[in-house]
């Protein structure tokens, strides 16, 4: 039955089956995984007599009088009913459902649940209800009794406008006995010692579950079946890595002090740990595999400068791949600042082709690379595109490296290395950098075989921003202040969540703020625009005019969030703020306090009753990365910490996620991986993980 196509279920015609379509639901275990986005309590049961204004109730009660009408002028459309049961009378009134009207008669008993309201009397506006008569309590088989509408923790989904609610419960509800012919990723012995529910009871009880320990255990259910391929890919992966040969990168410990001696300030005590763990990984042999995560500004680039010194020192070249043209810039000036030109450094994206600081051919850089004249390759996703090869390929660096396509991320480390890499036999070292912290314990769940470095430390001398939450009556408050600190020879940033407005939208967007800001509140002032879908071309403009000093405040949607280093930026507004996450909050303050000056960021929503939010004042509180990562885990799910098609990760489920998830998932994991090394005994499993290793970066 779990294979059923959806239009074969009764009751579903030609409508729902397209309706289906575009929730991406064709068969009837796609029906059973489309689990509810939230519930609604209708637990709370009270005779009549006791409904309160205000709460939420189920109440019991024969219909007195059942009627539709109009309302105002005709405008408005209602069934209204009034409904007794011996402590009293309440009315129900549904709007724009006159049919209801022609499904009640006076004498059902009738079940409802809703907010009891007030309008003239006590009455509940469009309540949930069911026929107390056609609720059959003895319909157990599918593990669910009483009414699907009322009454009980009620399934909310995310659903076509074409696919009424209560024709999907009823859909659902019939389709249960089909979980049971789902396949199950997990050997009974094995889901019993770790304390697992059973799949079918999990999947009933994410639908129509009786109390919130059912759901809380159910979709911690759900969550290690759909975490479980990923982490038998990665012990699949680590098995073949295991037979791989590396490159032995000999540090230069003279080389380095003395570079380091140049340098006009001192290394973190974390930033020469990761330093020297990195130059021991690459001294092996084995390929390195290892994650560079900091907060922001603590130093990353510096570390993989390091990195790339020591690489070109042995004669092999340096990759590193930047998500965007602008950060690979940031990058490109950043390393020749530091180098100097006498490396061979280069930058290529799908603008510049550009060495030494010289603009050159495609072609002609191309050669350069291929040739081995150029040590140090920086780029986007341009560099992986083309013809480009390395004459000696020794290490890539890939930055903020889960803002990367998975297929572009596993360029070298498949087929096509060998071409690419320069070197048939062996495998270049990888250093994977972010700033959006991940919390140890995650990390170390996520990645079995990948060895951490993490930089706890900030530089000296950098004071944390001064995050505060503010109400719509302080509006100017805020633009005094970046008034004044523009008038004392800083910058600031104005970010929005949108670039286009839409019509039912309450958030600012990012054009039209920049013409309201403009005109209206900062007509002296130099403001620029930046959004993601500008032409690389303008995009560079108005960062190097930026940068420069030429804009004074840059109107900016999250594009800013990563690759962005501007010290003179002391200010930053951010509107809409309850529409990110905490961790994309912090990168993007962090865009500012790049330096030692007093900095503020104003958190703005589009309604102030959003205000005393728990996430916003967390981050108005906490300045580290590391905790408000675990936070924002924990609130809003793993898919809101890592992003969602771009994270590599195909999880189904990413709310349901959490850290004690992932660890069950990679215990359960080590112990198939240990009878059934190749999973020859769990084909579905087998595909699942062999389909995370033909797409996932090497980690």
Same mark, same amino acid.
């Given at each position: 039955?779990?294979?059923?196509? $959806? ?22 275990? #796609? ?42 002028? /005709? ?10 049961? /011996? ?35 006590? &009455? ?10 056609? $609720? #059959?309590? !003895? ?36 389709? +249960?006995?089909?979980?049971?012919? +789902? %396949? ?43 975490? @479980? ?14 037979? !791989? ?9 003279? &080389? ?28 092996? /042999? ?113 930055? !903020? &490296? ?31 950098? =972010? ?15 990948? =060895? ?20 719509? =009556? ?28 839409? !019509? ?40 190097a005019e930026f940068a420069s000093g030429k804009i004074d405040i840059l109107v900016a949607t999250s594009v800013i969030e990563i690759g962005i280093d501007i010290p003179n930026a002391t200010a930053m507004i951010i509107e809409g703020s309850e529409r990110f996450g905490l961790a994309q909050l912090h990168q993007l303050r962090g865009r500012i ?77 080590? %112990? ?20 995370? @290793? ?6």
């Open positions: 039955m779990a294979d059923i196509d $959806i239009k074969n279920l009764l009751g579903v015609g030609s409508a729902f089956t397209k309706a289906f379509a575009t929730l991406k639901i064709s068969t009837v275990a #796609d029906l059973l995984y489309n689990f509810p986005t939230r519930y609604m309590d209708y637990r709370k049961k009270v005779n009549i007599g006791q409904a309160i204004e205000g709460d939420v109730v189920t109440i019991v009660g024969r219909v007195k009088n059942i009627k539709s009408n109009f309302g105002f002028r /005709g405008r408005v459309s209602y069934a209204e009913a009034t409904l007794e049961d /011996g402590t009293g009378t309440i009315k129900a009134i549904w709007f724009n459902q006159t049919w209801i009207a022609k499904q009640i008669k006076v004498g059902d008993e009738l079940i409802l649940s809703g907010q009891v309201g007030r309008y003239k009397t006590l &009455q509940l506006s469009n309540p949930a209800y069911e026929l107390l008569n056609k $609720i #059959d309590d !003895e319909d157990t088989e599918a593990g669910v009794s009483g009414g699907l509408h009322t009454g009980r923790l009620v399934p909310i989904y995310k659903r076509s406008d074409l696919v009424p609610l209560r024709t999907l419960r009823k859909l659902v509800k019939e389709s +249960l006995p089909a979980a049971a012919e +789902l %396949e199950d990723y997990i050997p009974k012995p094995i889901a019993k010692k770790a304390k697992l529910v059973p799949l079918p009871e999990a999947i009933t009880h994410l639908h129509f579950p009786e109390t919130d320990e059912q759901i809380d255990a159910a979709r911690f259910r759900i969550a290690v079946d759909d975490i @479980l391929p990923q982490q038998l890919a990665v012990l699949l992966n680590k098995d073949i890595k295991d037979k !791989e040969v590396g490159i032995a990168v000999k540090p230069n410990i003279e &080389q380095v002090k003395t570079f380091l001696s140049t340098l006009p300030f001192t290394l973190t005590p974390s930033q020469k740990r990761a330093a020297w763990d990195i130059f021991q990984d690459m001294e092996t /042999g084995a390929p390195m595999n290892r994650l560079l995560q900091g907060d922001v500004g603590s130093g990353k680039t510096i570390v993989a400068i390091l990195a790339a010194l020591q690489t070109a020192g042995s004669g092999f070249q340096t990759a590193l791949l930047a998500p965007t043209e602008i950060l690979a810039k940031q990058h490109y000036d950043t390393f020749r600042s530091v180098l100097g030109s006498g490396e061979g450094i280069a930058l290529l994206t799908r603008t510049f082709a550009n060495t030494n600081g010289q603009e050159i051919t495609r072609a002609e850089l191309a050669t350069q690379i291929k040739s081995g004249e150029i040590k140090i390759c920086i780029g986007t996703h341009a560099l992986l595109q083309g013809k480009t090869e390395f004459h000696k390929l020794g290490l890539v660096i890939i930055d !903020e &490296q889960h803002r990367f396509g998975v297929s572009q991320r596993s360029f070298l480390f498949h087929d096509s290395s060998s071409q690419k890499s320069g070197h048939k036999t062996s495998r270049p070292h990888l250093l994977s950098m =972010s700033a959006t912290p991940i919390p140890r314990t995650l990390a170390m769940s996520l990645y079995a075989d990948l =060895s951490v470095s993490t930089l706890s430390h900030v530089p000296t001398g950098r004071k944390p921003v001064r995050t505060s939450v503010v109400p719509e =009556s302080k509006r100017d408050q805020a633009y005094e202040f970046v008034k004044k600190e523009i008038a004392a020879g800083h910058q600031a940033f104005v970010v929005t969540p949108r670039v286009e407005d839409t !019509e039912s939208s309450e958030v600012r967007s990012v054009k039209k703020e920049f013409t309201r800001l403009q005109k209206d509140v900062f007509p002296k002032l130099r403001l620029g625009l930046l959004y993601g879908k500008m032409k690389g071309a303008d995009k560079e403009k108005v960062m306090g790049r330096n030692n000056f007093d900095c503020e960021c104003f958190l703005f929503t589009t309604q102030d009753s959003q205000q005393d939010t728990k996430r916003l004042n967390a981050l108005a509180k906490i300045n580290d990365g590391f905790e408000l990562a675990k936070l924002d885990l924990e609130e809003r799910g793993f898919g809101d910490l890592f992003g969602k098609e771009q994270s590599g990760f195909m999880f189904r489920f990413p709310k349901f996620i959490t850290v004690k998830a992932l660890l069950a998932a990679r215990d359960i994991a080590a %112990e198939i991986h240990q009878t059934d090394p190749k999973l020859m005994k769990s084909p579905g499993l087998q595909a699942a993980a062999t389909q995370y @290793l033909a797409d996932i970066h090497a980690e």
